[in-house]
């Protein structure tokens, strides 16, 4: 069965910080890798599709990079909204499932 | 505009059923898979399983098999998530997603529904 497994599980930054989270999938996935920002009490919120390609409206500071098991999403320079937890999900062969989470706080 | 909007929030009691919905409107709804996802308070999204309107073809994870039932109303646009018989660990937000295309992400997301199930 596959896993998905992020790291940190949590991290703490300041704003103006690069920061980087990681994705690791236990089979190859391809390109097939979504990551999500939620804030507490909100519904998540696409940020990065296919690995590396950004949602519209979703500001320049977030990139995605990575294929087949390992993936990375990178925030350039924390923003005070940025503050939240960050998920990876793989859509390659149902069920799409998600990594555990990374809650981004602040230092 | 795209929106998913949810049904609202319940309170219910162990070994109740319950459905509860997610209507799609702004796009074309037969054109989109339809997912549901779980969370828990404090913890992660869990993925439930997903349905396409276009040919009521449901996908529901081996996690969840069993446990609840995924289905669809094209005509109304909507799509459900059911229990025949709730469990106090069904306690949960529930949210229900658009898949941009049948392996691609959730770009819509729906409001939320918290089920909360207690004796």
């Known amino acids: 069965d596959f896993q998905m497994t992020q790291s940190p599980s949590s991290l703490s930054a300041s704003v103006g910080d690069r920061v980087t989270i990681t994705c690791r999938a236990s089979?190859?996935?391809?390109?097939?890798l979504n990551w999500y920002q939620q804030k507490p009490g909100k519904a998540p919120k696409l940020l990065i599709y296919?690995?590396?390609s950004l949602q519209s409206g979703v500001p320049s500071r977030f990139s995605g990079s990575g294929s087949g098991t390992d993936f990375t999403l990178t925030i350039s320079s924390l923003q005070p909204e940025d503050f939240a937890t960050y998920y990876c999900?793989?859509?390659?062969?149902?069920?799409?499932?998600f990594g555990q989470g990374t809650k981004l706080e602040i230092k | 505009e795209v929106q998913l909007v949810q049904s609202g929030a319940e309170v219910k009691k162990p070994g109740e059923s319950l459905r509860i919905s997610c209507k799609g409107s702004?796009?074309?709804?037969?054109?989109?898979?339809i997912a549901w996802v779980r969370q828990k308070a404090g913890k992660g999204l869990e993925w439930m399983g997903m349905t396409y309107p276009g040919y009521s073809d449901t996908r529901t994870s081996p996690s969840f098999q069993g446990q609840v039932i995924i289905s669809v109303d094209r005509s109304i646009s909507t799509a459900y998530l059911q229990w025949t018989s709730l469990k106090a660990s069904d306690t949960a937000m529930y949210y229900c997603?658009?898949?941009?295309?049948?392996?691609?992400?959730?770009?819509?997301w729906g409001q939320g529904t918290l089920v909360t199930v207690s004796s």
């Open positions: 997603g658009r898949l941009s295309d049948g392996s691609g992400p959730l770009d819509y």
């Open positions: 702004g796009y074309s709804f037969t054109n989109h898979w």
């Open positions: 999900q793989k859509t390659y062969s149902s069920p799409y499932s």
């Open positions: 296919a690995a590396s």
């Open positions: 089979q190859s996935i391809g390109t097939y």
